[in-house]
């Protein structure tokens, strides 16, 4: 469990007015999720695609640079929305992330998937020539237990409640 000297700041963010009304609110918490959900399935099937390509199981007729660059602002777009809308699923029940370790585990899995994503992944897609088989697999692997890291522990903080 993480320090108990942030337990504060997330019992204050659940008890602001944003999240006491979107706690309250099925239809905002649902509207909230789908368009999460939406943000996920953007950002994890642009990823899926370029990482299929990488293995060499994706486009055949184009080079994964293309791929790469023809879907990074979906792959902007997704990672945006979801962004834009988890902080505000978060503040609903702020409390109950805390204590569920898949939210924490969410967390860092999320911060090493982004920072992977704008670094060494961009790298490899983008590069010219394109990096060795090797190399291009070992980054799509790596990035796709990445991103369905983030994906699953998601869903674990709703499965998993705290003790």
Request: with cysteine; hydrophobic share 55%.
């Amino acid at each position: 469990m993480m320090a108990t000297s942030l337990l504060p700041a997330f019992d204050w963010l659940q008890h602001t007015y944003l999240g006491e009304t979107i706690r309250h609110s099925a239809t905002l918490i649902a509207l909230l999720e789908i368009v999460h959900l939406i943000g996920l399935a953007i950002l994890l099937g642009t990823i899926l695609m370029v990482d299929m390509s990488l293995l060499g199981l994706g486009i055949g007729r184009h080079p994964v640079s293309r791929i790469a660059r023809e879907l990074s602002n979906w792959t902007l777009a997704g990672l945006a929305i979801m962004l834009a809308s988890g902080p505000f699923i978060l503040c609903s029940e702020a409390v109950r992330c805390y204590k569920t370790p898949a939210f924490w585990i969410k967390m860092i899995l999320l911060a090493m998937a982004i920072t992977f994503q704008f670094t060494f992944h961009r790298r490899i897609t983008l590069a010219e020539p394109p990096v060795p088989r090797q190399g291009a697999k070992i980054a799509a692997s790596l990035s796709l237990s990445l991103w369905f890291g983030v994906a699953l522990a998601g869903k674990a903080i709703a499965i998993f409640q705290p003790a």
